[in-house]
């Protein structure tokens, strides 16, 4: 079973950065798409990014030109670079790793967006 750990959340004023971070264990093949969706206080949880295993990339429109998504070359970790945050980026953060059997979620990663 795969097991998904994120780290690199945080607070961070509004226009600052913060890089996410998500490695996947416990499988020898690489993840379909790996990808990141976030949940606010009294919203549904919502994609902000996903890459595939060629790299091809998606954003949600409220994230596009701010944070870029990328992957290792082992395609085992995925990276969320998330700049000119705002408040309302503000969530947890959680990654997702797709398989051909199953979709895996991690813990998720506290970001505060607050000046």
């Known amino acids: 079973q795969v097991q998904l750990v994120e780290s690199g959340g945080g607070l961070v004023q509004p226009g600052g950065s913060l890089r996410l971070s998500c490695a996947a264990s416990?499988?020898?093949?690489?993840?379909?798409?790996m990808g990141w969706h976030r949940q606010a206080p009294g919203k549904e949880r919502e994609l902000v990014a996903a890459?595939?295993?060629?790299?091809?990339?998606r954003y949600a429109d409220s994230v596009k030109g701010r944070f870029t998504i990328s992957r290792d070359s082992d395609k085992n970790t995925v990276y969320l670079q998330m700049n000119s945050l705002k408040s309302d980026d503000t969530a947890v953060y959680y990654c997702?790793?797709?398989?051909?059997?199953?979709?895996?979620w991690g813990q998720g990663t506290q970001v505060t967006v607050s000046s």
């Open positions: 890459i595939s295993s060629s790299t091809s990339a």
């Open positions: 997702n790793a797709v398989y051909r059997w199953s979709t895996y």
């Open positions: 416990g499988s020898i093949f690489s993840a379909n798409a």
